[in-house]
């Protein structure tokens, strides 16, 4: 799916052209998931410490 992504904003790779878009796709598939999950702590953890009975102070 991401190939056909690639291969249709930059045409039909040639031999080994496309391994230089594997870093690039693992680097922003990372970035993606490191802010979801950085999303989904901040959104929770209001209600994590509310469960534990935690204060701020």
Partial sequence: M???AVT????HPKGD??????PL???CAGSFLFLLDT???TVAL????A??????E
């Fill in 46 to 49: 209001p209600s994590i410490g």
């Fill in 8 to 11: 249709a904003l930059f045409g």
């Fill in 39 to 41: 999303t989904v702590v």
């Fill in 25 to 27: 796709i693992a680097v």
């Fill in 51 to 56: 469960e534990l009975s935690a204060s701020v």
């Fill in 2 to 4: 991401v190939i056909d």
């Fill in 17 to 22: 052209s496309m391994r230089k878009w594997w």
